[in-house]
């Protein structure tokens, strides 16, 4: 089965930058669509960003729009997630999962059968 691995995550001030990466272990990346996830204590699952197989089409939350980028790197099985100017509010431990309808361009993000989830990578934004 598809196995993904989130790294990147620390502790940042306000303003700062961090950049997210999923990696498989196992399972080439280059046939699904890969979405960024983050979930903070008694806060619902939000869908972050999207990023299609070819990664040429992308998505991003109303919330991230203009500070986060999402990119992949097929040739290293890795998606990254840069994240600029942090704040406060995105606080929370980042996952990553696989849409498993190959070939996806992120249509339905953040709807759809995201699954293969990583372990979680925490992100705290603090002064």
């Known amino acids: 089965q598809l196995q993904l691995v989130e790294s990147g995550g620390g502790l940042v001030q306000p303003g700062g930058s961090l950049r997210l990466s999923c990696a498989a272990s196992?399972?080439?990346?280059?046939?699904?669509?890969i979405g960024w996830f983050r979930q903070a204590p008694g806060k619902e699952r939000e869908g972050v960003s999207c990023?299609?197989?070819?990664?040429?089409?992308?998505k991003y939350a109303d919330s991230v729009k203009g500070r986060f980028t999402i990119s992949r790197d097929n040739a290293k099985n890795t998606v990254y997630l840069q994240m600029n100017s942090l704040q406060p509010e995105d606080t929370a431990v980042y996952y990553c999962?696989?849409?498993?309808?190959?070939?996806?361009?992120?249509?339905?993000?953040?709807?759809?059968?995201?699954?293969?989830w990583g372990q979680g990578t925490q992100v705290t934004v603090s002064s």
């Open positions: 990023i299609s197989s070819s990664g040429g089409n992308t």
């Open positions: 999962a696989a849409d498993p309808i190959e070939f996806s361009i992120c249509m339905w993000f953040p709807g759809g059968d995201f699954g293969s």
């Open positions: 196992g399972f080439t990346l280059d046939y699904y669509a």
